[in-house]
């Protein structure tokens, strides 16, 4: 059970450049999300998807496009990248621990993202 | 969306209890408390999650009382390796919401 998978771990883009960050879970979650932490501060939303087919903004949408063709993965577009775009991007999936309770977010090992 | 609010940071020493707080003064009915803990360099991993009262785990215990607009995260006898950044998070039973979280508590645990 490798639980969310993101790739790449590091990449290295030029003003203007654009790319995709790749999110796979293979728990069978239906909410997916993304956030991005940029050094020192918290972690901001933001996309996320309730289900294939469904994706919705959070915080900080701006330059960013998602999709959710299937329910295991869950591409982060950067149309234009920017220097602004410097972050570590992490990806997360939200399923139950229990039979009872609200879910719970499992999150990738993270992207790191540099904008030159 | 609940807003959290929680201290900034915190110090303490090895062996000490650390209790950190965090304020949800317009939780919902169905929303549940989980908190988080991050390492550098790491995505947050669970700690625990508690609807009201007590809840307790191997690695913390929750409290959170009966008008649910605030909740404690508590760590007995911490050590060092549990210096990290913990996030308390506001979400309904489904999980079918913006998922917000707040700056986090800084913890620093000296020897």
Redesign the interface.
Known sequence: NAGVTQTPKFQVLKTGQSMTLQCAQDMNHEYMSWYRQDPGMGLRLIHYSVGAGITDQGEVPNGYNVSRSTTEDFPLRLLSAAPSQTSVYFCASSGRVRDSGANVLTFGAGSRLTVL | LAKTTQPISMDSYEGQEVNITCSHNNIATN??I?W?QQFP??????II?G?KTKVTNEVASLFIPADRKSSTLSLPRVSLSDTA?Y?C?V??????N???????TRLAVHP
Do not use: C, E, H, N
């Open positions: 929303d549940y989980t988080y360099s790491q995505g947050p991993r669970f999650q609807y950044v996030y998070l979400g309904d039973t489904w999980g079918y913006k998922l917000i979280f707040g700056a986090g």
